[in-house]
């Protein structure tokens, strides 16, 4: 399977500090990039689609200014907690997908604690 | 658009059984299906998955599943789970242009006790 890394794999932060979580797909170009965010012994809930180069597309509920996601690269995408808050403590998992390709790989997961 | 109902949140079992973890699916399009795994604290692993051909699908760690497109199911098999199968498995479909997003089931835990 495909190789994805992400950075940190646990991050604990204050109230109001932004967060920032690195993917990278590390053996093929993530055309597209899904963040999912996992509550405890839930589903994972999609979050947004990112094309490599535009604007993220965000699910419905999801506030685009408060999760800001960059895409710059086919190797490379961000998601950014903005003030982050205790309600956005998660488990946040990026997943990558080359242009047709029909399988998604997932990230190891990253574990935000916002106190 | 589609759906995943995976019937049981939970299934224990004993060591060396067999286990069958149910997926069922609604879609009005062609499917792809996949099978993840989930460990605690860690991303998603794929198992398996069936995009066309054969409805029978192996996949890694000794798991295989069946596509049975008349009961729109894609149920998860292993003839004998070890301590180690103990974790949380994902039934996903998506339609089959390659483009669209996974839609998830809400997971089964499968429990292996000696």
């Known amino acids: 399977g495909a190789v994805v890394s992400q950075h940190p794999s646990r991050v604990i932060c204050k109230s109001g500090t932004s967060v920032k979580i690195e993917c990278r797909s ?30 993220a597309t965000y699910e419905q509920g999801v506030e685009k200014d408060k999760f800001l996601i960059n895409h710059a690269s086919l190797t490379l995408s961000t998601l950014t907690v903005t003030s982050a808050h205790p309600e956005d403590s998660s488990f946040y998992i990026c997943s990558p997908r080359w242009d047709g390709g029909e399988t998604q790989y997932f990230g190891p997961g990253t574990r935000l604690l916002v106190l | 658009a589609q759906s995943v109902t995976q019937l049981d949140s939970q299934v224990p079992v004993f060591e060396e059984a ?48 069946e596509f049975n497109k008349s009961q729109t199911s ?14 949380e498995y994902f039934c996903a479909v998506s339609d089959n242009s390659g483009y669209s997003t996974l ?8 429990l292996v006790s000696p």
């Not at chain 1, 093929?28 to 809930?45: C, D, E, H, N």
């Not at chain 2, 839609?103 to 499968?110: D, N, R």
Request: hydrophobic share 40%.
């Open chain 2, 103 to 110: 839609t998830f089931g809400k997971g089964t835990m499968l």
């Open chain 2, 18 to 65: 067999p286990v069958e973890l149910r997926c069922n699916y609604s879609s009005s399009v062609s499917v792809y299906l996949f099978w993840y795994v989930q460990y605690p604290n860690q991303g998603l692993q794929l198992l398996l998955k069936y995009l066309s051909g054969s409805t029978l699908v192996k996949g890694i760690n000794g798991f295989e599943a």
């Open chain 2, 74 to 87: 894609f149920h998860l098999r292993k003839p004998s789970v070890h301590i180690s199968d103990t974790a």
């Open chain 1, 26 to 55: 590390l053996d093929f170009q993530a055309t597209t990039m899904f963040w999912y965010r996992q509550f405890p012994k839930q589903s994972l809930m999609l979050m947004a689609t990112s094309n490599e180069g535009s604007k």
